[in-house]
């Protein structure tokens, strides 16, 4: 068995007992193991968003391989970020895209939420979080409208005189759960309109 | 001032509108802004987000150990699980570029960046949610208590789930749960009557016909359905749980669609602190 | 009878390291020893079974996968059966993941069921996209426009030399979905704002925990089934005749629901008696 997978193996047991040892008092163990989950999550959770989503389609549309031309002014600076080599390959980034120069405002605005980590410039972050702000209101607006209320009131309509229904069933559908369901979702409503005093 | 606070409701306003009219306006240059860049830009800024969510995070606990506040040196640790994190994901991939590129090292096998999220980060994840199962069962020890009839048809539901969703469930058989029933009713009786001749009787007749009608029908585990377990839990799933959970989404759903429209008119202003 | 009354009064008084304990030895105890009780497909599990075997041969399924290594003993399962119920029935899988630490645990079912199980070719049979951050613009453009979102796949190959990739342009190119999901974003969003406007039928396996949240969409119509926690998982094993780690794991859980049940009877035993104690004194 390899050295890496050996240690690995005492790594994951000296995590999850420290962690698991918590569950008799709060100890050193598990403080460090708490600790060096956070660290290990917030590097892992960068690494995961950047190769995932910044590097193929932010900087796969700003610089890619299919427009690569050496002596652009634009591509020289992009060989002069190549000193990372592993995020910027010689030859341009090939993801597949065409150049559009117009992700320089989503790239940006990422910057300046970036550099709002000093408390001076903090409120450069406002314009990229405004952005993702009014995009999932948009999003969630209609989102929840269709299915959550049009749709779940479409699922509450039924016959009230159905007769290919028993009057009463446990498990399948029948006229008794048809007004179970009704009744309980007018009276689950009402609770919202009548439980505490409208200001 | 304005950069501070005009163009963000700006921002929110325009993108708002488009992302909204985006749904019922079939123009194409709305639509492809709409379906392709805008949700692209997004994601691109979601991701921003999120590396400085890290970031921000890092320079609490850097600031913990410059101050020497208490418990500094756990701090440390977390440092240099951020390092060793980043090394992994930029610096160090561990293997070839034939084996992995760069981007894919992530979740290839071999690299230190999959070693990591196995043996360090997976545990890790795995453990400390399992640590709620530990809590759950202390505190439902503890909290739940018959104190009125809410909360009592709160526990009585909830144990019919945990019991009816299992295996388990199906082979409590139907006679069982109705002599229960007898022996609840009894203890409510005497509670009520405080007269032991007057349980006694109603027990022991409630027991002798299900005992008699047991015999009768051959005691089979799932008759009556309506006392099996898994029907009665299966049947509150579907369907006094869906009445309460579909009003809850209503109300829910009504309330998303009215701050969204806040925040798109610019009256809800909380992304900027006011 | 205040003997037995005191007794009461100390357990519910109990320190809660020993029912810490007592939790521990009752789910260890099963998993090691299986006692092997029978498990009973419910509707909602059935209803998925039934409409993944309805769909013609060679169908295009979306299978989504968003959950961590904290949920996988739900959720893993329920893609493990799912991959292996697909393969049997030769439909082509393209596979996703809205949360990051679903990346690898697509990964690792793809490896388990893919490579190992079935032996199929990638680019033909299965394709992995990869995770992709934004939670529902990332769903909005899978319906709108996945080309531009997916240019690559997890390994880093253009999708355009992929095979099996040929007119797949948008949500509307699939012919049903699944998704194994433990939270945001999920299965709501994926009926939000794929399944629901398109009319793709889609089906999800979720945590215990969601699914009285995703139960109304169920009823409505909006989904075709839900696998419900473990117990959903264990279901769909024994539907496909093929026992994993959800079957193992239902001794446990049911062991485990017992003795919960029982602290519970048992705390409340002791409320009523201290309780009487107060009214008398």
Request: glycine content about 8%.
């Amino acid at each position: 068995m390899e050295f890496s997978t050996i240690l690995g193996a005492w790594v994951a047991v000296f995590l999850t007992i420290g962690i698991f040892s918590y569950l008799y008092k709060d100890n050193p163990f598990y403080k460090t193991a708490e600790h060096l989950f956070v660290g290990v999550s917030a590097g892992y959770w960068t690494a995961i968003f950047f190769w995932t989503q910044i590097q193929p389609n932010l900087f796969g549309r700003l610089w890619p391989a299919t427009e690569y031309y050496a002596s652009s002014l634009w591509y020289k600076l992009y060989n002069v970020f190549g000193v990372f080599s592993s995020v910027f390959p010689e030859g341009g980034i090939a993801k597949g895209h065409d150049m559009h120069l117009i992700y320089l405002v989503p790239f940006a605005m990422g910057i300046m939420m970036l550099l709002s980590v000093s408390s001076k410039l903090s409120w450069m972050a406002r314009w990229g979080i405004a952005y993702t702000v009014g995009m999932a209101a948009g999003l969630r607006a209609y989102g929840f409208l269709n299915s959550n209320v049009l749709g779940q009131i479409k699922g509450s309509a039924f016959q009230l005189v159905n007769s290919n229904l028993p009057f009463f069933a446990l498990v399948g559908d029948s006229i008794f759960n048809n007004f179970v369901i009704l009744i309980g979702h007018i009276t689950g409503l009402s609770v919202f309109y009548f439980y505490r005093e409208h200001t | 001032m304005i950069w501070k606070r005009q163009i963000p409701i700006l921002i929110v306003t325009v993108v708002g509108w488009t992302t909204l009219l985006g749904w019922f306006i079939d123009q194409p240059t709305i639509q492809e802004f709409v379906n392709d860049d805008a949700t692209q830009w997004f994601d691109i800024l979601a991701s921003f987000a999120i590396i400085l969510g890290a970031l921000n995070l890092i320079k609490l606990q850097v600031q913990k150990i410059l101050y020497q506040k208490p418990g500094w040196i756990y701090s440390v640790v977390a440092v240099m699980g951020f390092l060793f994190a980043i090394t992994a994901g930029f610096f160090v991939k561990g293997v070839d570029d034939s084996v992995a590129q760069w981007g894919a090292h992530v979740t290839t096998d071999g690299t230190l960046f999959k070693w990591m999220f196995d043996y360090m980060f997976s545990p890790m994840s795995a453990t400390m949610f399992s640590l709620l199962a530990f809590f759950v069962a202390s505190a439902s020890y503890r909290a739940f208590r018959i104190r009125n009839f809410e909360a009592t048809l709160l526990l009585v539901s909830g144990i019919i789930i945990m019991c009816g969703r299992v295996p388990i469930g199906s082979v409590i058989s139907s006679w069982f749960v109705l002599y229960l029933i007898v022996l609840s009713a009894g203890i409510y009786i005497n509670v009520w009557k405080k007269d032991m001749k007057t349980t006694f009787v109603f027990v022991a007749v409630g027991i002798s016909i299900i005992t008699i009608a047991g015999f009768m029908y051959g005691w089979p585990i799932d008759k009556p359905g309506i006392f099996y377990l898994p029907a009665i839990q299966e049947w509150i799933y579907y369907y006094p749980n869906v009445a309460g959970a579909r009003s809850i989404m209503i109300g829910i759903g009504l309330g998303i669609f009215a701050t969204s429209i806040r925040y798109i008119l610019g009256i809800e202003r909380s992304y900027i602190g006011e | 009878m205040s003997k037995i009354q005191n007794t009461f009064l100390k357990i519910g008084s109990i320190d809660r390291r020993w029912i810490f304990l007592i939790i521990a030895a009752v789910v260890i105890v099963p998993l090691l020893i299986p006692v092997g009780l029978p498990i009973r497909p419910t509707d909602t599990t059935k209803n998925v079974y039934d409409s993944i075997e309805k769909l013609p041969v060679g169908s295009k399924v979306l299978l989504s996968v968003e959950y961590s290594p904290s949920t996988r003993p739900e959720n893993h399962p329920m893609t493990i059966s799912i991959l292996r119920h697909l393969f049997k029935n030769d439909h082509k899988v393209f596979i996703t993941c809205l949360w990051p630490d679903g990346q690898f645990m697509a990964q690792d079912a793809i490896n388990q069921v893919a490579k190992q199980e079935f032996n199929k070719t990638y680019g033909i049979v299965y394709v992995f996209l990869g995770f992709r951050p934004g939670n529902e613009a990332v769903v909005k453009d899978i319906v709108s426009n996945l080309r531009k979102l997916y240019t690559v796949d997890v390994y880093q190959k253009k999708i355009d030399e992929i095979p099996l990739m040929k007119g797949i342009n948008n949500f509307k190119d699939f012919d049903f979905l699944f998704s194994s999901s433990a939270g945001f974003p999920g299965t709501i969003e994926w009926v939000q704002y794929a399944s629901d406007p398109t009319g793709i039928p889609m089906a999800s396996g979720v945590t215990s925990i969601k699914v009285n949240e995703v139960m109304p969409y169920v009823q409505a119509g909006q989904m075709v089934g839900v696998l419900a926690g473990m117990p959903g998982a264990a279901e769909y094993e024994a539907l496909i005749n093929q026992k994993g780690s959800a079957t193992s794991g239902m001794d446990a859980q049911s062991v485990a629901h017992l003795v919960i049940v029982l602290f519970i009877i048992l705390g409340n035993v002791s409320f009523f008696i201290e309780r009487n104690r107060s009214k008398k004194y």
